[in-house]
């Protein structure tokens, strides 16, 4: 067998919460890179605290047979699709309503029989880009855009992170922005790429005006299709897709988690 490696806090058990798919791996914080294969499971229908708790700890507990993962000393970073404010969740757009006011490091905790530190999820792939990836090295404010199910959002100012900034939120034209412009939205009305870049445009402008950042990183899984809309894109500040693609949320849980927050 290999030699199991001794725990280090620069290796870092990482876990991405999603609306519909939940991913775990290693990490090797120097690098900001897996150790070996994620492990995947199926978000549970509906995800209630308890089975999302199950479904986090076969992750682990997969993650833990590898020579390569760190002792249970070494606290486990998660990823989650909520407003995160001292361990405990504060919203629930894109997960079960039952998860508001869960304190979400005391159950994952308790589960896993090893110290959890939860963030926003956008805020991990943030944290990761910022570090790691295409905001990496830029002064002043970078603002990490995710696409997907809604809009979520990332403030780093200076490589420091502004937690929950839920930019998806803000008001726009009477609308919430991310009923209009996240990818679903995309799809849901049926929006060629040049429509689609229009509202995104009209967003985007809206944040810039608001927030005057050095860098927009775009994210999510529309971010493989970014030629189609970033091109199009007529905005003052840079804006680029992320690097580190569905990996950003894994390692920017474990970045986290190795600081104790």
């Known amino acids: 067998m290999p030699k199991k490696l001794k725990p280090s806090p620069s290796v870092v058990v990482g876990i991405d919460i999603g609306g519909t798919g939940t991913k775990g791996g290693i990490v090797d914080l120097t690098k900001g890179k897996l150790i070996g294969d994620r492990v995947r499971f199926d978000t549970p229908a509906p995800a209630t605290p308890e089975r999302v708790a199950q479904t986090v700890a076969k992750i682990m507990d997969e993650l833990a047979s590898r020579p390569e993962c760190p002792s249970p000393d070494v606290p486990v970073g998660a990823a989650f699709p909520a407003i995160i404010q001292r361990g405990i969740a504060r919203s629930a757009s894109n997960i079960d309503k ?142 680029v897709p992320a690097r580190l693609k569905n990996h950003a949320g894994i390692v920017g849980a474990a970045l986290q988690a190795s600081h104790g927050d």
């Open 98 to 239: 039952s998860w508001i006011d869960t304190d979400v490091d005391a159950l994952f905790t308790k589960r896993l029989e090893r110290s959890v530190h939860v963030i926003n999820d956008a805020d991990a792939a943030g944290l990761a880009e910022s570090r790691y990836g295409a905001g990496k090295d830029v002064d002043g404010t970078v603002l990490m855009i995710t696409l997907g199910t809604g809009i979520g959002s990332a403030f780093i100012h200076n490589g420091l992170l502004i937690p929950n900034a839920e930019l998806g939120h803000l008001e726009l034209d009477g609308h919430v922005a991310e009923t209009q412009a996240s990818a679903v939205a995309r799809e849901r009305l049926g929006l060629g790429w040049e429509e689609y870049s229009k509202r995104l445009q009209r967003y985007l402008s809206h944040v810039e005006f608001l927030f005057s950042p050095e860098l927009f990183v775009v994210g999510g899984g529309i971010s493989k299709r970014s030629d189609e809309f970033l091109p199009r894109l007529k905005l003052r500040t840079r804006i």
